[in-house]
């Protein structure tokens, strides 16, 4: 059963930072792209990041380049998503999502196999 378990949300103040973790079981973890997305009230989900199978590549949303930072430990099966400068318009739940591919990294939530249950980040002013 595979199973993607984030951690890491919370409340933080505008200009803060957050380190989100996602916790994958039950596949192969080095054979899958990741990716980070998040949906804010109101609002449909969004890419936010992705990172290749070994964690040479990565590209993300234009909204968080140069904030946010993606990592990932084949080792321990965990991907990191490292937030920083934070404003209010990253308030969202962010879900951590893998995909079986060969291709190097995937935008598109739709193409994504299997999804976290989300965990909530609050950026207040």
């Known amino acids: 059963q595979v199973q993607l378990v984030e951690s890491g949300g919370g409340l933080v103040q505008a200009g803060g930072s957050l380190r989100l973790s996602c916790q994958v079981s039950?596949?192969?973890?080095?054979?899958?792209?990741m990716g980070w997305f998040r949906q804010g009230p109101g609002k449909e989900r969004e890419f936010v990041a992705t990172i290749n199978w070994n964690g040479s590549s990565a590209y993300f949303a234009d909204s968080v380049k140069g904030r946010f930072t993606i990592s990932r430990d084949n080792a321990k099966n965990t991907v990191d998503l490292q937030m920083s400068n934070l404003n209010p318009e990253d308030t969202a739940v962010y879900y951590c999502a893998a995909k079986w591919t060969l291709r190097p990294m995937v935008v598109a939530g739709t193409e994504y196999d299997y999804w976290g249950q989300g965990t909530q980040v609050t950026v207040s002013t």
């Open positions: 039950g596949l192969t973890f080095s054979r899958v792209v």
